[in-house]
Every structure is written in structure tokens, then in C-alpha cells.
T-cell receptor, first 114, second 111 residues
Framework: ETGVTQTPRHLVMGMTNKKSLKCEQH?????MYWYKQSAKKPLELMFV???????ENNSVPSRFSPECPNSSHLFLHLHTLQPEDSALYLC?????????????FGSGTQLSVL | KQEVTQIPAALSVPEGENLVLNCSFT??????LQWFRQDPGKGLTSLLL?????REQTSGRLNASLDKSSGRSTLYIAASQPGDSATYLC??????????FGTGTRLQVFP
């Protein structure tokens, strides 16, 4: 149990579908992150929320839409995805503000776009 | 632009060996460096975090060192075990809201 829970664990969707990924952290942290992990590439930071405000949007296509309703929950809304968006999507949380904090990750959602 | 490189990309060793995994980064202006472990299809587990003012951190059979001026970190695993088989990732924090990851070293320890 890492304290960061992601659902679903696996998702298969067509290019015209709309789906959402969910992340919940039970660690009392104030920052949450979405990362994308593709085969043989480094983890790519997608979005950062600190104190429920988006502080980073790393040139991510608009077909990915994040939502952070409170400091414990983070969503990634998906629509009209492309096959190259197939990847492991990882959520993380930390106690932001000092620059010294550790990141704690969820187990990820393995997404396949057909 | 900060880039993180890990060598080797893959490593296969017999049980009991002492291992060194390497991580290098191009910009020495970092807040900290973190080593993670990732099992196949799973999330990342934080192993060690070294702050920029520190030289090393130890946890059990793991020891991580940091030489910020040369842009290098090593993860030393003593007396490796099959349960250590995983991908090991290093990441540097260039500012408060980002971690820049390397591509990882895939380790297999066989009995």
C-alpha cells in the first residue's frame, strides 16, 4: 500500500471514447502529478497541481484534461486519443514547498488506445 | 536543458554480487536526486533521496552517492538477491515542481 491509489489499473479504449483516470492520495500531501511512461522513454511530466492550482502544463495535447477538485483527488480526462497515447499513466503526490520532498507514486493505469 | 542518463540500460548478474548502477545529469543545479525502483507494470517506489548538500544516503543494502559538481550519482546494491530484480530509475529535481527522470537500468538477479 503506497498511499496513492489509481483506478482503473487497466483501460482499453477506442479513439472516439471518453474516459477518466482517477487518483487518490491518503498521505496528506498538497501536490499531485500526472506522469506518462512510454516504452523505452523516460517518464514524462504532464501536469502538476500544487495546493489545487495547476502550476505545470508540459505542452500536453488538449485531448488530455486534468482536474484537481481537492488536494486528495486528481483526475485525467481523456477524449479522442491516438494510438501513440498508449502508455502507463502514473499519478504521484508530495508535500510541496521546500523542493526537498519525496515523490510517492501510485501503481499506474495501463492504457491501450485502439 | 537538464538530461539524465543511466548506464547500463540492462544488467544480469548471479545472486550475491555487489552492483553499481550509474546515473549522470547535465546540469549540476539541482535540489536533490532520488532513486526509485519499478517492478514490471507497476508504479515507482522511492528508495533513497539525496539532498544537494549531501554526499550519500544509505538504506539497508542500498547506498547512493552524489557528486553534484561532476553530475553523477551511483546506486550501490550489496549482496544482490533475486528479489532485487526490477528497473531502477534515477531522477533529479531542478526546481521545486519537477523531477527529470532517466530511462532506467533493468536489473535481473538470477539464483
Amino acid at each position: 500500500e503506497t498511499g496513492v491509489t489509481q483506478t482503473p489499473r487497466h483501460l482499453v479504449m477506442g479513439m472516439t471514447n471518453k474516459k477518466s483516470l482517477k487518483c487518490e492520495q491518503h498521505l496528506g500531501h498538497n501536490a499531485m502529478y500526472w506522469y506518462k511512461q512510454s516504452a523505452k522513454k523516460p517518464l514524462e511530466l504532464m501536469f502538476v497541481y500544487s495546493l489545487e492550482e495547476r502550476v505545470e502544463n508540459n505542452s500536453v495535447p488538449s485531448r488530455f484534461s486534468p482536474e484537481c477538485p481537492n488536494s486528495s483527488h486528481l483526475f485525467l480526462h481523456l477524449h479522442t486519443l491516438q494510438p501513440e497515447d498508449s502508455a502507463l499513466y502514473l499519478c504521484a503526490s508530495s508535500q510541496a514547498g521546500t523542493g526537498l520532498e519525496k515523490l510517492f507514486f501510485g501503481s499506474g493505469t495501463q492504457l491501450s488506445v485502439l | 536543458k537538464q538530461e539524465v542518463t543511466q548506464i547500463p540500460a540492462a544488467l544480469s548478474v548471479p545472486e550475491g554480487e555487489n552492483l553499481v548502477l550509474n546515473c549522470s545529469f547535465t546540469d549540476s543545479a539541482i535540489y536533490n536526486l532520488q532513486w526509485f525502483r519499478q517492478d514490471p507494470g507497476k508504479g515507482l517506489t522511492s528508495l533513497l533521496l539525496i539532498q544537494s548538500s549531501q554526499r550519500e544516503q544509505t538504506s539497508g543494502r542500498l547506498n547512493a552517492s552524489l557528486d553534484k559538481s561532476s553530475g553523477r550519482s551511483t546506486l550501490y546494491i550489496a549482496a544482490s538477491q533475486p528479489g532485487d530484480s526490477a528497473t531502477y530509475l534515477c531522477a533529479v529535481r531542478p526546481d521545486t515542481d519537477k523531477l527529470i527522470f532517466g530511462t532506467g537500468t533493468r536489473l535481473q538477479v538470477f539464483p
